[in-house]
């Protein structure tokens, strides 16, 4: 059984649109709407069984929080592993017109969040604190110096990147910890709610409103950042959230690097761009 004969059968002679499409990821998960009598439902084809464990882990430790996808059933076709959930909606911050509303709302789940007081988020003896930061940012641009000339990366910045500070990490609490635009979807009466959750553990909060807050501004606008800020009830530190984004940034090109196996690495000035951006933000700060 292929992920599409999964969501047919699941459709029960409904309609089936998938909505994942171009170039992915080895083992990336696909995603199809279906148009079932109850209306429509997402089912979200896992690329591995460790992702739908997880996922559905956090969403048990955090039952009731609100702004979670509800999950009407979950299972598994051999190998395929699958869950269905009730549609969250169409668009996301990401696909809107600039929503300062909508982006207040954003905050507010991830406020929701981080004040939450499971500890049944990870089976980490401690969570991602500091330490673990201040090493996986090291770490994070040893790796991306593999890949500097496949992407393109000019040695000068490739030093630069390595010479900033690691970002202040306040003590872990449950997080997303890939709290992105279009993670957020936003439904026809405007809830929002933020999907993907098989990356959730233990983190300080300032990853989750660091990233919610840099693309927010990059790809819908300043009134969407500072919306996020508004919801959130706290704002970042400019300096801080340079140096969260030179972080952020670089495990993003990592990942855009080791996902695509061969060849230059098109398509990513705007990510360098938002690198070089960061670390003369976090450099400047220090002067």
Same mark, same amino acid.
């Given at each position: 059984?292929?992920?599409?004969?999964?969501?047919?059968?699941?459709?029960?002679?409904?309609?089936?649109?998938?909505?994942?499409?171009?170039?992915?990821?080895?083992?990336?998960?696909?995603?199809?709407?279906?148009?079932?009598?109850?209306?429509?439902?997402?089912?979200?084809?896992?690329?591995?069984?460790?992702? $739908?464990?997880?996922?559905?882990? &956090? #969403?048990?430790?955090? =039952? /009731?929080?609100?702004? +979670?996808? *509800? !999950?009407?059933?979950?299972?598994? $076709?051999?190998?395929?592993?699958? &869950? #269905?959930?009730?549609? =969250? /909606?169409?668009?996301? +911050?990401? *696909? !809107?017109?600039?929503?300062?509303?909508?982006?207040?709302?954003?905050? &507010?789940?991830?406020?929701?969040?981080?004040?939450?007081?499971?500890?049944?988020?990870?089976?980490?003896?401690?969570?991602?604190?500091?330490?673990?930061?201040?090493?996986?940012?090291?770490?994070?641009?040893?790796?991306?110096?593999?890949?500097?000339?496949?992407?393109?990366?000019?040695?000068?910045?490739?030093?630069?990147?390595?010479?900033?500070?690691?970002?202040?990490?306040?003590?872990?609490?449950?997080?997303?910890?890939?709290?992105?635009?279009?993670?957020?979807?936003?439904?026809?009466?405007?809830?929002?709610?933020?999907?993907?959750?098989?990356?959730?553990?233990?983190?300080?909060?300032?990853?989750?409103?660091?990233?919610?807050?840099?693309?927010?501004?990059?790809?819908?606008?300043?009134?969407?950042?500072?919306?996020?800020?508004?919801?959130?009830?706290?704002?970042?530190?400019?300096?801080?959230?340079?140096?969260?984004?030179?972080?952020?940034?670089?495990?993003?090109?990592?990942?855009?690097?080791?996902?695509?196996?061969?060849?230059?690495?098109?398509?990513?000035?705007?990510?360098?761009?938002?690198?070089?951006?960061?670390?003369?933000?976090?450099?400047?700060?220090?002067?």
């Amino acid at each position: 059984m292929t992920p599409h004969d999964l969501a047919e059968r699941l459709a029960r002679g409904g309609s089936v649109q998938e909505l994942t499409g171009g170039e992915r990821p080895i083992n990336a998960n696909r995603l199809f709407r279906i148009w079932v009598e109850e209306g429509s439902r997402i089912v979200k084809v896992y690329g591995t069984p460790a992702r $739908e464990r997880r996922e559905r882990h &956090a #969403l048990d430790a955090l =039952a /009731g929080l609100t702004g +979670l996808p *509800t !999950l009407v059933d979950s299972g598994a $076709e051999g190998d395929i592993h699958w &869950a #269905l959930f009730e549609d =969250a /909606g169409q668009w996301s +911050l990401a *696909t !809107l017109p600039e929503n300062p509303a909508l982006a207040r709302r954003a905050g &507010a789940i991830l406020a929701g969040l981080h004040n939450s007081e499971t500890e049944l988020m990870t089976n980490m003896t401690r969570g991602i604190d500091q330490e673990w930061i201040s090493v996986d940012f090291i770490s994070t641009f040893k790796r991306l110096a593999r890949y500097r000339g496949r992407i393109g990366l000019s040695s000068e910045l490739m030093e630069a990147a390595r010479g900033v500070r690691p970002p202040f990490a306040s003590p872990p609490r449950s997080a997303h910890t890939n709290a992105t635009p279009d993670n957020f979807l936003v439904d026809d009466d405007g809830q929002v709610t933020l999907i993907n959750w098989e990356w959730a553990t233990l983190a300080p909060p300032e990853w989750d409103l660091s990233k919610a807050i840099w693309l927010a501004g990059l790809e819908s606008g300043p009134a969407s950042a500072a919306g996020i800020e508004e919801g959130y009830g706290k704002e970042i530190d400019q300096a801080q959230l340079d140096r969260w984004t030179v972080y952020h940034s670089g495990m993003m090109l990592v990942a855009e690097a080791e996902n695509r196996i061969s060849g230059r690495l098109a398509g990513l000035d705007h990510l360098i761009g938002e690198l070089q951006r960061a670390v003369a933000g976090a450099t400047s700060a220090l002067s």
